[in-house]
């Protein structure tokens, strides 16, 4: 990975643009990357899926404002689909794009509905393609596979996606071989982080829906994820 995670590392709390910067443009567009890449983020946040005939594209709701799936639709139909006008990247296209702008990636892999490990094995052919392993950190709320990422590609950096409080973080790691970890707010307490920083893995404050950036300083939080990355920029004295 370019950037380290840990605070104590770099010395600040890092921040993700959610959804490319779905404060600033529709989310996962090319206009809310390019502004979320303009605003100073260290990491945009995007959602990857799977077309019918496998092609890794961007966009976060399983179906289409028509209501189909899809996974159940052709790359060559998606795109030439345009939502908030906006039309659909293709996950390589954007990779090759945060190559040449020297960007960093949270690509989190909507892998639901589909066979196991399809979406990862195509998304991993486009890292080794386009030579971006260094440029991203993949996330998913399916352990079992960022497992399976981390023990046939070691070099990938990976990032559990938690809703709730685990009785024994160390055992979850020791299982998992994550590299950082997306606790849920509001139930984040202190002694967490602090166990999860004694594995020396990464913590960052997963679906903060108000801007509480003061809570995720004095937790001694390592990375946090919000829709405008300006506004998370002052709140936390980096602007």
Request: a negative charge; hydrophobic letters at 40%; aromatic letters at 6%.
């Amino acid at each position: 990975m370019k950037k380290d995670l840990l605070k104590s590392i770099n010395g600040r709390i890092l921040i993700e643009s959610h959804r490319g910067a779905e404060g600033l443009a529709p989310e996962n567009s090319w206009t809310a990357l390019k502004l979320g890449s303009q605003s100073g983020a260290d990491f945009l946040e995007v959602d990857v899926q799977l077309s019918q005939d496998g092609v890794a594209f961007l966009r976060h709701n399983y179906t289409l404002p028509d209501g189909r799936w899809c996974f159940n639709v052709p790359w060559a139909e998606l795109n030439g689909i345009n939502i908030q006008n906006e039309p659909l990247p293709s996950l390589e296209d954007v990779l090759v794009w945060a190559r040449e702008n020297d960007v960093c990636l949270s690509l989190d892999l909507k892998v639901g509905f589909i066979p196991e490990g399809r979406l990862t094995r195509e998304v991993i052919r486009l890292l080794e393609h386009t030579q971006t392993q260094e440029h991203v950190m993949l996330i998913s709320w399916d352990h079992v596979q960022l497992l399976q990422i981390k023990q046939s590609h070691p070099e990938l950096t990976t990032r559990a996606l938690l809703n709730g409080r685990l009785v024994d973080y160390g055992d979850f790691l020791k299982h998992t071989q994550t590299d950082a970890i997306s606790l849920s707010y509001g139930i984040v307490q202190p002694a967490d982080v602090e166990q999860i920083h004694r594995a020396g893995v990464a913590v960052i404050m997963g679906d903060m829906w108000r801007p509480d950036f003061e809570m995720v300083e004095n937790l001694g939080l390592d990375l946090v994820s919000w829709s405008d990355p300006n506004e998370a920029r002052r709140m936390l004295g980096q602007a």
